[in-house]
């Protein structure tokens, strides 16, 4: 059952991707269908390659892999406690001093994902992908989405891992080439670069880390990714 919605979300993905090169896509639409069929696949496939591990005579335990997605985890606590002081203080529009009044849905939506990104990444990105839906453009939305398939790259087999990660790249390079400004996505590119990728690209870690420092990103961001571009040497 599941190497068959295996198949079929890969089949998806690949129809998709004709329909838009056809120009039967537009852009907007794209980008969130094939998101949400990433995200499914990646997590479909974690689900085969769980249930094949719980198998009698299983294959030697991947130190590497569990390294990394342990990193994973810990980098998303990080940045979720460091998106809490960033947005502590901040009402969301709309809303009054006593949450009286109904907040702009793309905004709540948006507190809600920032919320859960340390503990649920599954319903995290599930909310950033409505933004996507309702707002295509939102830099926020599209950078968060592109980080999260990058962790998941690390704790699924490699099919899943090659697709979340084209996808967070084609997310990250959007979103620094139509909000250059919008450090956040500068930050989680380099990072990304450096850590994820099989074949880590430096030279593209260095060179997102830089323009992160140079847009004026938050203290406690600021602070890391001056240590991450200094190992880089």
């Known amino acids: 059952m599941l190497e068959e919605e295996r198949r079929f979300l890969l089949r998806s993905i690949d129809d998709l991707d004709r329909e838009h090169a056809a120009g039967d896509v537009d852009d907007a639409d794209y980008t969130a269908v094939r998101n949400g069929y990433v995200a499914r696949a990646a997590a479909v496939l974690r689900q085969i390659e769980e249930g094949a591990a719980?198998?009698?005579?299983?294959?030697?335990?991947?130190?590497?892999?569990?390294?990394?997605?342990?990193?994973?985890?810990?980098?998303?606590?990080?940045?979720?406690?460091?998106?809490?002081?960033?947005?502590?203080?901040?009402?969301?529009?709309?809303q009054t001093m006593t949450g009286g009044l109904a907040v702009d849905e793309v905004s709540a939506k948006l507190a809600q994902a920032r919320s859960l990104l340390g503990t649920d990444?599954?319903?995290?990105?599930?909310l950033y992908q409505?933004?996507?839906a309702l707002?295509?453009?939102?830099?926020?939305?599209?950078?968060?989405?592109?980080?999260?398939?990058?962790l998941s790259a690390g704790s699924v087999g490699a099919e899943a891992a090659t697709l979340a990660l084209d996808q967070?790249?084609?997310?990250?390079?959007?979103?620094?080439?139509?909000?250059?400004?919008y450090a956040?996505?500068?930050c989680l590119y380099a990072v990304t670069?450096?850590?994820w990728y099989p074949e880590p690209d430096l030279d593209l870690a260095k060179r997102q880390g830089e323009l992160c420092l140079a847009n004026n990103p938050p203290g406690?961001?600021?602070?890391?990714?001056?240590?991450?571009v200094g190992d880089l040497g």
């Open 54 to 94: 719980a198998l009698p005579a299983g294959k030697p335990v991947r130190w590497g892999r569990v390294a990394v997605w342990t990193v994973g985890v810990v980098a998303v606590a990080v940045l979720s406690g460091w998106l809490v002081a960033k947005y502590s203080g901040q009402r969301i529009t709309g």
């Open 121 to 126: 990444p599954g319903a995290s990105i599930t």
């Open 130 to 132: 409505e933004v996507i």
């Open 135 to 150: 707002e295509p453009d939102n830099p926020e939305a599209r950078t968060y989405t592109a980080w999260l398939l990058a």
């Open 168 to 181: 967070a790249t084609a997310l990250f390079e959007e979103v620094t080439t139509d909000s250059p400004t």
């Open 184 to 186: 956040d996505a500068h």
């Open 193 to 195: 670069a450096a850590r």
């Open 220 to 228: 406690e961001m600021r602070g890391m990714i001056e240590a991450f």
